[in-house]
T-cell receptor
């Protein structure tokens, strides 16, 4: 079974530039999550989708971050304009909905360095 | 905020059992205990989860106390490849697919 796919794997941009990350969840997984992980810290939830609707985006810095999940499958996370403190790993994850203990599976992450 | 408390770091000799503790004294009756691990430069990997009963799979065993206020992840025969950050997370499982809230985890160092 294919896992969560993310791209690009690595990206270096200058501050004030824009960047976009793409995620393809595990087939059939209705729930999709984007996390931000700064070096030395645990992942922090940015946004959660169920199908193509937003469940929770309370931690998303909406002045510069945006995310969409058109057609309820793939998702993109965009940062514009980027700041130095956005340097982090951006992790996408997915899960089924419902059921007892539905497991969340993570992709390998997209590493962003803002210089 | 994370609802669990874990030691910052632990050491273990290769071949010995690694016992990673986790306190979750405010856990609710419908919250599961999940364990994930993260090896440097990779995404978190699911290990095991449980509600009340002890659980075992090919990766590890999970021991949950009767009052459910703490748990222990057991790696029976630690290898160098088990060196990673281990996260203990409590999470409600419901129709909306509740997100995982990560703490800082325990950095396990396995040495030969």
């Amino acid at each position: 079974e294919a896992g969560v796919a993310q791209s690009p794997r690595y990206k270096i941009i200058e501050k004030r530039q824009s960047v976009a990350f793409w995620c393809n969840p595990i087939s059939g997984h209705a729930t999709l999550y984007w996390y931000q992980q700064i070096l030395g810290q645990g992942p922090k939830l940015l946004i959660q989708f169920q199908n193509n609707g937003v469940v929770d985006d309370s931690q998303l810095p909406k002045d510069r971050f945006s995310a969409e999940r058109l057609k309820g499958v793939d998702s993109t996370l965009k940062i514009q304009p980027a700041k130095l403190e956005d340097s982090a790993v951006y992790l996408c994850a997915s899960s089924l909905i419902g059921g007892d203990g539905n497991t969340i599976y993570f992709g390998e992450g997209s590493w962003l360095t803002v210089v | 905020d994370a609802k669990t408390t874990q030691p910052t770091s632990m050491d273990c000799a290769e071949g010995r059992a690694a016992n990673l503790p986790c306190n979750h004294s405010t856990i609710s009756g419908n919250e599961y205990v999940y364990w994930y691990r993260q090896i440097h430069s990779q995404g978190p990997q699911y290990i095991i989860h449980g509600l009340k009963n002890n659980e075992t799979n090919e990766m590890a065993s999970l021991i949950i106390t009767e009052d459910r206020k703490s748990s222990t992840l057991i790696l029976p025969h630690a290898t160098l490849r088990n060196t990673a950050v281990y996260y203990c997370i409590v999470r409600v499982s419901n129709q909306a697919g509740t997100a995982l809230i990560f703490g800082k985890g325990t950095t396990l160092s396995v040495s030969s």
